[in-house]
């Protein structure tokens, strides 16, 4: 019976700490705010639409790309990503990945115009009539359009 009494003492003074003052309000804004987002965060556990809600426009931007490779059975694409002004002009507000977080998040390989790698891609993301189009890259001289295309945007 004491057991029983010093455990209800106990809670009874822990609900009361958990109350009053500095520790209540802490409590409130920190732990049982967790317990309101859990219910909404277990909604919604698909990796990729946390990816997407993590990451936001440049994991979609990213992974529509490698849909696309998949699709169509392209092996080792090195693709040429567009610069950051190239997609200013053409009034695009996707932030491009850049190549390291681009290879995170589908496994390509990628290059932006400034790089050495540039040279060896063989894909190109360009804007045409508002919508974006991979291109393949077959000759040396379209490469290099490409490149002072997105160079001198």
Known sequence: ???????????????M??????FGDWFHEKVLVTFDDFSSQTDSMDINYRERVRWDGGYSFA???AKYFTDNKIKNPVLLL??????????SNIKVPEPIIFYYF????SAQCTDSDAQKANYAIIIKKDKFAIIPL???QERND???LFKHS
């Open 1 to 15: 019976m004491k057991n029983v009494i010093l455990f209800a003492v106990a809670c009874l003074i822990m609900v």
């Open 17 to 22: 700490f958990i109350n009053t003052g500095f």
């Open 63 to 65: 992974t529509g790309i």
């Open 82 to 91: 567009p610069s950051d002004k190239y997609m200013k002009v053409n009034k």
């Open 106 to 109: 589908t496994g390509y390989r």
């Open 138 to 140: 077959t000759k040396p």
């Open 146 to 148: 490409i490149i002072n």
